[in-house]
């Protein structure tokens, strides 16, 4: 059921959400957290049927918020969703057309369930430092997606302005590459890794996140490389441990499969899909408190870019060097 | 193991992906096994929780082919698996389906596995390690470990570089000699941290929940005493009857089929000590102390009940009585109903009663632990206020509908004090809607990780044989037919007069 409120305010949304409760029932019960979807000026649907799909593990309330400044007429229009529109959530879609726009957080904070947590999401381009932003500061978790940011040069920003509870898209798409090489360490033989390769596209910063976490655990010398050319795989390619005993080798071969290489066994087939963004956004919902895993390989990678030969511009290769 | 690098505690995303192995089931062609064990098997392969080289084996005495095999398991995992299937899975999966023809008790066969696992273990790079799950009838545990350990597939040199391990599920045994017979059988072929007893109780995510309910909150553990809690009720009802489960359930009765496991374990949970931590060390010693301190009321005859199913219609079908249940000796003295009332003798639980009831053919299938408090005295609220409030109770629904009610007073509207009996509910299925894992799934995936905390030990199988034994000599001495109850009916008069006794009654579930 969706239901059109043109030129309305907050309080009339929150009364209708609440005759609508009583009405039909649905919605009433057990929202773990409310999700603000910071979806810039227009209406990415992608990003709400994402936000509905995750509802199924974690009911919540989405609000979507779309801000147009630029329109001279001061207006709210808003639009709810129950029921089969809405997964197993419930959509508020605020559009704030001019002077409205100056009060975003005045906007949410009517709408925000009470005592659960609050997660905001930029599917689009967000702020360069999420924390000290208006929506952001309410939120207990604040969700980036660097793939989906016209970012440039600007990347090194993410370095300097992180606040406990920030998280990146980027990282999440790694987590499936970092269970895989987790558990070929959890094998035999027991050996120290004394190198590690990453190869992957320049403009995915999952590439250099990956690389640096695997410097900053084994702590040995690690590359991040960018071939130019014609591979079609975007995105993440391969990782290379070296041990001893010869070299374990994770690489993706078409969009869904990987190979994993390893020293006296047979080629083992991985089934390794692309993630959905509903999926990634899913895995980003079960933990709200902070990712310190996800501070420290900022951090390190930060390190890196500035100690080594990483150059000036944010795509260019790296290596690390241990004594 | 060596610390690995790439795990660390500020990382809790990663999942634990289980390590090469191959997992061989004895007695593939059971229900079980294509209801329940397949699907899990695929339902971990799509959840990317199994490694790449993983094998599953198929031991039966059917005269299939490996692609016989792999169409029984494919067909098993269309219709009960609970993910949706994805062509690259099965594909993936079924690379590593293999099946050996044979008798458990037939040497050339255990040859013929021995052959097929090394195989595996160098094509698909299983890595020598290999689960054997023995979904088999009791009688043939021995023979089976017996020639697993004759054909070396099994030895218990220990080993850094690969493993072995075994799964059984119950009966452990039918009393506590039989069952320390059947633990010594087996431990003379796998250790004892290498035998997994599957009771699937606990794998269900409401089970595990008890222990999050009392452990994680501030508000339940004062009240979860003797000064508050006035008796605890632990129910697990059936609907159906025995069925063809006949010729098996004759001599083994609803007692031995679910108290001694199914309810002893549920007893422990909620009666149980904090541990120290989560892991299967510390979990068991607080749940084997409480088993420990489990003391049955001097008479018997007043702290026990039982009886039959009788025949009759049953929510508009007619159903047999279970003396008449086909290949059942029509004068077997075996109960289908069984309820017990236990103390735990520890300070916390002194004079609490805990009553058990399992049977078949009851009004609903439902199992559920009911913790009734103490009868507020009533002084506030006039008596006749208050005739239509019963005491505060706490229910953890384990199945169906899984959640946690709290019943509690509230205000009738209007102007008269008026009190009556409200309920709060918690439903798993509203707030959080993704439907948790099959216990089996976790079972399984525990089993290959060598990950503990969830099956029990010989030690909890002894001591509840311990508790039970008893019961059973006195119930062994008594002659003459078991009452019968109407099917459909919460019971014998039996059960309901333990209660009366003491001035309770049964909770309707």
Not at chain 1, 131 to 139: N, Q, T, Y
Not at chain 2, 44 to 51: E, V
Not at chain 2, 259 to 278: C, D, W
Not at chain 2, 471 to 484: F, K, M, P, R
């Amino acid at each position: 059921m969706i239901e059109q409120m043109p030129g309305t305010t907050i309080s009339a949304v929150t009364r209708r959400l609440v005759t609508m409760r009583q009405e039909s029932g649905v919605s009433a019960l057990g929202r773990v957290l409310t999700l603000v979807i910071a979806a810039g000026d227009e209406l990415d649907e992608a990003a709400v049927v994402a936000a509905n799909t995750a509802s199924n593990e974690h009911p919540m309330r989405v609000v979507v918020l779309l801000t147009r400044e630029d329109v001279d007429d001061a207006r709210l229009d808003a639009e709810i969703r129950v029921g089969a529109d809405a997964g197993a959530s419930d959509v508020v879609v605020l559009r704030a057309y001019g002077e409205v726009c100056s009060g975003v957080e005045s906007l949410v904070t009517g709408l925000l369930l009470p005592d659960a947590p609050v997660v905001v999401w930029w599917p689009g381009n967000a702020p360069a430092n999420p924390g000290e932003s208006p929506l952001g500061r309410i939120a207990q978790r604040r969700i980036v997606d660097s793939a989906a940011m016209t970012l440039g040069p600007d990347v090194d920003r993410r370095f300097t302005g992180y606040t406990p509870g920030d998280t990146d898209l980027a990282w999440t798409r790694v987590t499936r590459w970092r269970e895989h090489l987790a558990a070929i360490l959890d094998q035999p033989p027991y050996e120290g890794v004394v190198s590690v390769e990453v190869v992957g596209a320049a403009e995915s910063l999952s590439t250099q996140l990956l690389a640096a976490w695997l410097d900053l655990a084994i702590e040995a010398p690690t590359t991040c490389r960018f071939p130019v050319g014609d591979d079609p795989v975007e995105g993440l390619r391969s990782v290379t441990l070296s041990r001893p005993s010869g070299e374990a080798v994770l690489a993706r071969e078409t969009r869904s499969e990987a190979e994993l290489r390893l020293p006296g066994q047979p080629l083992h087939r991985i089934s390794l899909p692309r993630r959905s963004l509903s999926e990634c956004l899913a895995e980003e919902l079960r933990r709200l408190d902070e990712d310190v895993m996800y501070r420290r390989v900022l951090e390190r990678l930060g390190h890196i870019r500035s100690q080594t030969n990483a150059g000036t511009g944010w795509m260019s290769e790296w290596s690390t060097v241990y004594e | 193991m060596p610390h690995n690098p790439l795990r660390s505690p500020d990382d809790p995303r990663l999942s634990r992906i289980a390590g090469p192995s191959a997992l061989v089931i004895f007695g593939v062609t059971g229900d079980l096994s294509r209801k329940k064990l397949m699907p899990a098997v695929y339902d971990l392969a799509n959840r990317g929780l199994l490694p790449p080289g993983f094998a599953l084996v198929g031991f039966a005495r059917r005269d299939w082919a490996d692609r016989d095999f792999a169409e029984i398991v494919h067909d098993a995992v269309r219709k009960y698996a609970r993910t949706p299937f994805r062509e690259e899975t099965w594909r993936q999966l079924a690379q590593g389906i293999r099946f050996v023809q044979g008798r458990f008790d037939d040497p050339a066969a255990y040859e013929r596995l021995r052959d097929t696992v090394a195989t595996l273990d160098r094509e698909r790079g299983t890595m020598g390690n290999h689960a054997f799950y023995l979904s088999i009838p009791p009688r043939s545990f021995p023979e089976v470990a017996r020639e697993l350990s004759r054909s070396r597939l099994v030895d218990r040199e220990p080993d850094d570089a690969r493993w072995r391990r075994v799964i059984i599920e119950k009966p452990f045994g039918h009393d506590l000699a039989s069952a320390q017979v059947l633990g010594e059988t087996l431990e003379r072929v796998f250790p004892p941290e290498s035998i997994f007893r599957i009771d699937h109780y606990l794998g269900k995510e409401t089970v595990q929940n008890i222990l999050s309910l009392r452990f994680a909150n501030t508000m339940y553990e004062p009240l979860w005493n003797r000064n508050y809690v006035d008796h605890v009720q632990i129910t697990m009802a059936e609907d159906i009857g025995v069925g063809g489960r006949a010729g098996y359930y004759d001599g083994v009765g609803a007692a031995r089929d679910v108290i001694q496991n199914h309810l002893l374990q549920l007893l422990a949970l909620t009666a149980m000590e904090e541990p120290i931590s989560l892991s299967a060390e510390h979990l068991r010693a607080e749940k084997e102390k409480v088993l420990e301190a489990v003391r049955l009321p001097e008479e018997l005859d007043r702290a026990t009940a039982r009886g039959q199913y009788a025949g009759g219609w049953q929510g508009g079908e007619r159903v047999r009585s279970f003396l008449d249940e086909e290949g059942m000796d029509p004068r077997s003295r075996t109960e289908t109903y069984a309820a017990l009332k236990l103390f735990v003798n520890t300070r916390r639980w002194a004079g609490v009663p805990f009553y058990l009831r399992t049977g078949k053919r009851l009004g609903r299938r439902v199992t559920e632990i009911a913790v009734v408090f103490r009868k507020e005295p009533g002084e506030l609220f006039g008596k006749s206020d208050t005739t239509e409030q019963g005491s505060n109770a706490l229910v953890i629904r384990v199945q169906p509908d899984e959640g946690i009610t709290i019943r509690f007073g509230a205000k009738v509207p209007g102007t008269a004090a008026r009190v009556r009996d409200v309920t709060m509910d918690f439903g798993y299925g509203n707030a959080f809607t993704e439907a948790s894992p099959e216990a089996y799934e976790r079972l399984i995936l525990d089993v290959l990780l060598g990950d503990a905390p969830l099956f029990p030990q010989q030690r909890e199988v002894e001591l509840s044989w311990r508790i039970l034994d008893p019961v059973e000599a006195h119930w062994a001495e008594q002659t003459g037919q078991l009452e019968q109850y109407a099917p459909g009916s919460w019971g014998p008069l039996a059960g309901d007069a333990l209660l009366a006794r003491d001035g309770r009654t049964w909770r309707r579930p």
